[in-house]
């Protein structure tokens, strides 16, 4: 997917927001946000948001010389989604369909993205968990998903955020894990997953994890290292949460299931949607 | 009052509002975003959002071959508080204190402001209005301007937004109407009021209207015309509508009340209040 006008201000919305955490000297501030307003006015709009993105946060950490500014968030959202994992695997087992609602929550966990949403509470998050179950959400798809898992024998899962990656175990517990791997970004960058984050929720401990290589919130193949490539090109199925995920992947052939909460008008626009609506697509070419 | 990397954000979803207002080709819309990026990227951050806006809005107008992109939008909101008019003016003369219910109303109206809120619908503007007499403002501040219009001989009432400029034709009806000269910016800027705007909603019928020499959304006393800056030190007291108003005359020792909604963070720190509080104020130097 391409970069649109309508990005611009959310770049730099979610710069600011970074810069904030990672650098304690206001006037430090307002130079690195220069260096990242000289990168923005430099970019193509045919590039993807995510391209661009993995562009503004390296300049930040470079600038700040912080290279992880996220990371106490990251903890922090770890911790607070492990203390709800016994609850929401109450919920699961306990719904008629626990595969239908692992998803639901999988997908609402979503909602946990500093890039899109700044500020987010605990309350925002307590909330918007327990109405996972409420929500509209394409029955078809959920079929369909269940049908492509069965079939496939190499599954790879694309974890999005910090937090959320604790309702992706959920969501994994009730897939077949044997044939799954689960794959984070390959150095930090806003709060997505690294491998700190798979160890910290003990995915690492249900299924092998591995990096793509690159540092954009999303997954940009081409810069991604050769060994994630392959992996990519040899899946069955892919399962990619998240915003940033469709961003770089919405123009790829592969088989790939899209899990996400449209947080924006433009994402909501491509899925023909509303800002905050719970999306399972598999995008047809 | 300076700039925070807080606005830089808001700065760039003005420019992506006007520029898609202002150009209809898509790829020609994103070259001027590059370029008012450019002009942002270079800004210094001791100046105030006004005069930085001022610039924004110049490279856009220039970019866009359009000089000024809001008049037809500008023409809606005056026609559309026209026909509110005669209500308003019902509503101020069967209040308990007119004066008091015309500075309510003439505040509500700052909502109408294109720099802060994109795609202000009517319905919301409707609401607004018939919420003005409902919402806390300080009485205190009420009659201290009372006193201080009665002891002055000359006033500035330096108008902000089209359509506003009904309500602020409306609390100068509450006024001795003698002393005062109403001001214009003076060049098209967002959809800020020009002469265009006083002769459309009558105020050049009731009281003298004069502009202030420049294209700022607020007034930068430094860039305005010669006359228009001897006219602001000699007058005994000025009324300034709005946030552009207060961002570029905050820091001023003139004898200056500030009517005006906060629009965002930055601005509602500065009073100690919250996004959308009404306020009336005298800044104290």
Do not use: W
């Given at each position: 997917m391409r970069t649109y006008i309508d990005c611009i201000s959310c770049f730099l919305k979610q710069a600011q927001s970074a810069v904030t955490i990672a650098v304690d000297d206001p006037s430090r501030r307002e130079q690195v946000m220069g260096e990242v307003l000289e990168d923005v006015s430099r970019m193509n709009f045919d590039r993807s948001t995510v391209e661009i993105g993995a562009e503004i946060h390296r300049t930040l950490r470079?600038?700040?010389?912080?290279?992880?500014?996220y990371r106490e968030i990251k903890d922090r959202s770890n911790r607070r989604m492990l203390a709800l994992y016994p609850h929401?695997?109450?919920?699961?087992?306990?719904?008629e369909d626990p595969l239908e609602m692992a998803v639901r929550?999988?997908?609402a966990a979503n909602i946990i993205d500093f890039g899109a949403i700044q500020n987010l509470d605990e309350e925002t998050i307590d909330n918007v968990m327990s109405e996972a179950s409420a929500i509209p959400l394409d029955r078809a798809a959920v079929e369909q998903l269940r049908r492509e898992v069965e079939r496939a024998e190499t599954i790879l899962y694309l974890g999005d955020n910090a937090g959320e990656i604790v309702c992706d175990r959920l969501l994994i517990e009730q897939l077949p894990r044997e044939k799954i791997t689960f794959v984070v970004r390959g150095n930090p960058v806003l709060n997505d997953v690294t491998m700190v984050d798979a160890e910290a929720v003990g995915m690492t401990k249900i299924v092998p994890v591995i990096d793509n290589g690159f540092d954009a919130p999303g997954t940009v193949l081409e810069f991604c290292?050769?060994?994630?490539?392959?992996?990519?090109?040899?899946?069955?199925l892919?399962?990619?949460k998240g915003q940033g995920n469709y961003e770089s992947l919405s123009d790829n052939q592969q088989n790939i299931f899209f899990l996400l909460k449209a947080k924006c008008p433009v994402i909501a626009k491509e899925f023909n949607?509303?800002?905050?609506?719970?999306?399972?697509?598999k995008v047809r070419h």
């Amino acid at each position: 997917m391409r970069t649109y006008i309508d990005c611009i201000s959310c770049f730099l919305k979610q710069a600011q927001s970074a810069v904030t955490i990672a650098v304690d000297d206001p006037s430090r501030r307002e130079q690195v946000m220069g260096e990242v307003l000289e990168d923005v006015s430099r970019m193509n709009f045919d590039r993807s948001t995510v391209e661009i993105g993995a562009e503004i946060h390296r300049t930040l950490r470079e600038a700040s010389g912080n290279p992880d500014p996220y990371r106490e968030i990251k903890d922090r959202s770890n911790r607070r989604m492990l203390a709800l994992y016994p609850h929401f695997s109450q919920q699961i087992q306990s719904a008629e369909d626990p595969l239908e609602m692992a998803v639901r929550m999988a997908i609402a966990a979503n909602i946990i993205d500093f890039g899109a949403i700044q500020n987010l509470d605990e309350e925002t998050i307590d909330n918007v968990m327990s109405e996972a179950s409420a929500i509209p959400l394409d029955r078809a798809a959920v079929e369909q998903l269940r049908r492509e898992v069965e079939r496939a024998e190499t599954i790879l899962y694309l974890g999005d955020n910090a937090g959320e990656i604790v309702c992706d175990r959920l969501l994994i517990e009730q897939l077949p894990r044997e044939k799954i791997t689960f794959v984070v970004r390959g150095n930090p960058v806003l709060n997505d997953v690294t491998m700190v984050d798979a160890e910290a929720v003990g995915m690492t401990k249900i299924v092998p994890v591995i990096d793509n290589g690159f540092d954009a919130p999303g997954t940009v193949l081409e810069f991604c290292s050769p060994e994630f490539r392959d992996r990519f090109q040899a899946a069955d199925l892919i399962i990619a949460k998240g915003q940033g995920n469709y961003e770089s992947l919405s123009d790829n052939q592969q088989n790939i299931f899209f899990l996400l909460k449209a947080k924006c008008p433009v994402i909501a626009k491509e899925f023909n949607s509303s800002v905050g609506v719970q999306i399972l697509q598999k995008v047809r070419h």
